[in-house]
């Protein structure tokens, strides 16, 4: 469980962004957590280089959706890196434990098959608040550390592409 602030990062260790698509799926189940991460996630990559018209967002209806949405952002969208948001809260149920491995593995499976690194951006907990603190709470914002993530994938996805702006 994380106890620092997630929202640190040193902008001189990031690869410059400005040449880099990014696509964002992103949950609309529990829109005032997802928003947050989406938020953190754009203000993070602009200020990493990025340009705003490079940064391509699409919504799904929950998190078991962002495989698919995902997967149809790869195969139609060119994007150097994706960001998949979303959030699943513990409830009553073995629901929570579904929903969880199902979106885990489907990550892993695109991160597989496509040669497009997709961000695994779902917070997992067990109340809302401490999605609310891991969401621009008390312990930052995760999506701007699946941001820095993305810019890093980005560029090593890029390595032997072109040499410009990759930043190694």
Known sequence: MATTNLSYYDKATIPNANSFRFGMVVSEWNPEI???????????LIDCGALKENIISWNVPGSFELVFGCKKMILSQQVDAIIAIGNVIQGE???????????????????????????FCVLTDNTKQQSLERSGGKLGNKGIECAVAAVKMAALRNIGRSKENIGF
Request: some cysteine.
């Open 34 to 44: 997802t928003k947050n991460l989406q938020k953190g996630a754009i203000e993070t």
């Open 93 to 119: 149920t073995k629901h929570f434990d579904f929903v969880c491995e199902g979106v885990t593995q489907g990550i892993v499976d695109l991160n597989i098959k496509y040669d497009v690194p997709v961000i």
